[in-house]
C-alpha cells in the first residue's frame, strides 16, 4: 500500500502484479485474452479499455481508479540534473519546504545541500522590509552571505527563530514593556525639535533654535550641527545625498548629507515653510502664505536642478502639511479642510471637509489619507470619493503628527501621549471604536511634534527639547542559545522560554512543528 501526505491509501504496483500473476495461473482463459490485448496497437488497447470501463459498476471503477494512481505518479525531482531541482523546489515556501524535506532522502539532501532554507531567508530579507530590519539588527543578516563558514542545516533552524522574533515582536506593539532611549539635545535659547527624520545609522533632527542636527543612532551622540537658518527648522526631509530643510524665515536651504555644507537656498514663500516632500525629481512644499509650491529637481533629485513649477492656491488659511504620489498632490491647512490636485497637471481635483477645526497633519498613501487635527480628531478618508472612513477619538488636544503603514496608525498630540492604532481594526466598519487604539505612551513631558516609526521602533520630538526612540524588538535574544561555528554542527539548546528545542537527532521533527 501507499499513503499519501493527503491520508490516502493506494495500493503497491508490485503487490497487484505478484496478484495478478497468480489470478492468471490458475485461469489460462484469462491469460490468453491477456496475450490478444498485447497483440494489439495502442489506440486499439486504449478504446478497448474505455469500451471495457462503460460496462462496470460505480464500485469497480473506484477499484480502478486506485490501482491506476500509483502508476501516475512519478518523483520528477529525483530523476532531473541536481541545479534543475534545486531550482524548482526554491520557489517554495517555508510549510511547503518543510512538507518537500520528509519525502524522501533524495528530496532533503537537495533542500539541505542546495541551501534552500538558506535561500528563502534571502527571499524575504530582498522583499520583505521587516527581515531585512530584523537581521541588521540582531546580528544574522551578514551569515547569509557566508554560505561556506556554516554548515547547510545552520540556515534551517535559523529560519523558525526569525519566525518567531517577529511573531513576539508583534506582540511587543499590543502589551509589551517597551524599552526606550533618550537624547536631550540641549538648545540653549529657544526649547523644541519641530521635525525628524531617521535611518538605521543615524537621525536628523530640525530644532527650534535654527539648527539641524544630526545624531549617530547607536550612541545617541551628536555628530553634526548645520546653521544656516534665521528662523526655527519647522520641516525637512534627506535622502543619501541631501537634506532640504524650511524654516520660519520663509527660506528652503539645500546641504549635503555628508559634510553638512549648504549647496544652495531658494526663497519662494513669503512666509514660514511649514512642510515639505520630495521624490521622483519633484518636490512640493507648502506654507503660512496659503500656497503650495510644486518644484522639479531632474531625475537624480539633484540639488542643483530644483526649479519653480507651479503655485498651487486655494486654500483661506495656512497649509500646514503635504503628501503626494504620481497621481495626487493632497495638502492640509488650518481652513479646516483638505484638498486634492494632480500631480502631473497640478490642477484642483476635489476637496475633503469634515473635520471642524484646523488640519495639523496628514499621510496619503494609496487611496487612504489620515488626517489629524485641533478638534483633537484622527479621520481616514477614501481620496478617489472623498468620503470619511472611520474617526478616531481619544486624544485630548490637537493631533499634530501621524504616521501609518500596513498595520498601524501612529499619532503624536499636543498633550504628549502618542497612541497607536490598528489599522484593519480601523477600516473595518463592524469594529467597535474602544477596540481600535492598541496602545497609548506617555513618556514625553511638552507637546509631541514630530514622529517616524518602523516595524521595530517609533522615534519622536517633542517641545521638551528631547527625541525619543521607543524600541519594540523583543527583549529577549532568541539568538543567543544559537551555537554555530564555522564547520561546526548547529544546534539549539533549550532555555527557560521554552520557545524551540533543536538539536542535529531531533531537527526534523522540531522544523516540521514550528513550520
Known sequence: MVVTRSGAIFSNPSADNDESAKKLKSDPEMGEMLDTFRGWEEETQTDFV??????????????????LRPYLLRDFISSLPVYVSEHILSYLDASSLCLAEQVSKRWRSIIINGHLWRRLIIRNVN??????????????????????????????ELYPKIVHDLKMTNTMWKDGEIQFRKIDCASHDSKGVYCLQYDD??????????????????????????????GSVLCMQYNEDIIITGSSDASIRVWDVKTGEQITMMIHHCDAVLHLRFEDGIMVSCSKDRTIAVWTMGKTNSAHSIVMKHALVGHRAAVNVVDFDKKYIVSASGDRTIKVWGTESCEFVRTL?????????????????VSGSSDCTIKLWDVEVGVILRTLEGHDELVRCIRFDSNRIVSGAYDGRIKVWDLEAALDPRCAANQICIRTISEHKGRVFRLQFDQFQIVSSSHDDTIVIFDFLSPHDYYS????????????????SGIMRLDSANSLDSLDSAC
Not at 533654535?209 to 544656516?228: A, C, F, P, Q
Open 127 to 156: 522583499t520583505l522590509e521587516i527581515w531585512r530590519r530584523c537581521g541588521k539588527l540582531r546580528g544574522w543578516l551578514p551569515q547569509l552571505y557566508r554560505p561556506g563558514e556554516y554548515p547547510c542545516e545552520f540556515y534551517r
Open 50 to 67: 474505455k469500451d471495457l470501463l462503460k460496462e462496470m459498476r460505480h464500485q469497480q471503477h473506484w477499484s480502478i481508479e486506485q490501482a
Open 353 to 369: 471637509s469634515g473635520h471642524t477645526r484646523g488640519i495639523a497633519c496628514l499621510q496619503y498613501r494609496g487611496s487612504l489619507v
Open 201 to 230: 545609522e543615524k537621525i536628523i533632527s530640525g530644532l527650534r533654535d535654527n539648527t539641524i542636527k544630526i545624531w549617530d543612532l547607536r550612541t545617541l551622540k551628536n555628530t553634526m550641527t548645520l546653521t544656516g537658518h534665521t
Open 481 to 496: 542559545d544559537f551555537k554555530c561555528l564555522p564547520g561546526g554542527s548547529p544546534a539549539l539548546v533549550s532555555d527557560c
